[in-house]
């Protein structure tokens, strides 16, 4: 099973979209809560180059936000990442 990463806040509307398809897709994952925690934040962004949440990682590799997690899944790649 693929080890899932998504850095998060709880008030963004597009990272419960992608933990909810992640979910639905019967994946477990860690959500890295960034509200408030800069070295999180910052973390992230080392990791990922961009500012905005949710960043997604499966096995390290970066996914992308949410509409990259959205329009893996329409490829059909996702399903292939997360086995």
């Known amino acids: 099973m693929a080890h899932v990463e998504i850095y998060t806040k709880a008030t963004c509307p597009f990272c419960h979209r992608a933990t909810a398809l992640l979910g639905q897709k019967g994946v477990s994952f860690t959500e890295i809560a960034i509200d408030g925690d800069a070295e999180k934040r910052e973390q992230m962004i080392a990791r990922s180059g ?34």
């Open 50 to 83: 961009r500012t905005t949440v949710p960043q997604i990682f499966i096995d390290a590799q970066h996914i992308g936000g949410c509409d990259d997690l959205y329009a893996l899944d329409a490829s059909k790649g996702l399903d292939p990442l997360l086995a």
